[in-house]
């Protein structure tokens, strides 16, 4: 990757070295986010997208690994909540009740059914968008990000949820979900003079500035951030 001054860092070489390092030393690190990597992906389609946006509303703030509630509801065959399955909200929250032991399922209802009026065919076109990314760094950072921000005027969809949509899509290389894994790790190797905590994740403006340093970082250390994500997720995984 070409160098992309986003905020013009001093990166000190053993931070740098610190997020080779975390890619570097897994041995299916080349093979994670096989879409997210590529230069173009088929385009996904309106009902793809809902099962994004639906996905990331659903798993929020709670248990969602496999086996659990969220994971056999969206993973259902044929998918439970798709586009097609219910006309109401008590459909929606008796089709999430079924699957004992979700929490908020009254709250995830209401707001999937106002995500369903507000996927217009102007949003699905802006998410469709970013399937092609040969793109110069900085011009993709600003795609990606502005694609994020319009998924946030979604219901129950903030910083977070909003990349974890693209992500899951495969669309994109630098906005990543920042989550307590990645906070934990950072804060853990002493990236920042500052902790990072939940409560700061949840406000934009900080969200957008450490995704900002992160993405100088990656592309000082020539790694894509999609990739250093899935690093981290998955070194927690194997400390169980």
């Known amino acids: 990757m070409k160098k992309l001054a986003v905020l013009r860092l001093d990166v000190p070489k053993g931070v740098i070295r610190k997020f080779q390092s975390i890619v570097e030393d897994n041995p299916d690190f080349a093979n ?13 389609t309106r009902s793809e997208i809902w099962w994004a946006i639906a996905s990331a509303r659903t798993t929020s703030m709670q248990k969602s690994g496999e086996g659990s509630s969220v994971s056999r509801l969206m993973h259902s065959y044929p998918y439970l909540l798709r586009l097609s399955a219910w006309n109401s909200e008590q459909d ?34 802006k998410v469709q968008s ?9 011009k993709q950072i600003s795609r990606e990000r502005g694609v994020a921000k319009k998924l946030q005027n979604l219901a129950g969809i903030g910083p977070k949820q909003s990349r974890n949509v693209l992500q899951l899509l495969g669309l994109t ?45 990656c592309v000082q250390a020539d790694v894509y951030p999609c990739l250093f994500d899935q690093a981290v997720f998955s070194s927690f995984d194997k400390k169980g």
Request: glycine share 2%; proline share 4%; hydrophobic share 40%.
């Open 130 to 138: 970013l399937s092609t990314k040969k793109q110069k760094a900085a």
């Open 173 to 217: 290389r630098y906005e990543i979900p920042l989550d307590s894994r990645v906070a934990k790790w950072l804060n853990n190797n002493r990236i920042f003079p500052f902790s990072i905590s939940a409560e700061l994740l949840q406000d934009p403006g900080f969200y957008d500035y450490l995704l900002d340093c992160i993405q100088e970082i």
């Open 92 to 125: 929606l929250v008796e089709l999430i009740e079924q699957h004992g032991g979700m929490r908020f399922a009254n709250r995830i209802a209401k707001d999937l059914v106002e995500n369903r009026k507000l996927l217009d065919e102007e949003l699905v076109q």
């Open 32 to 44: 994670w986010r096989a879409d997210n990597l590529r230069d173009k992906i088929e385009k996904p």
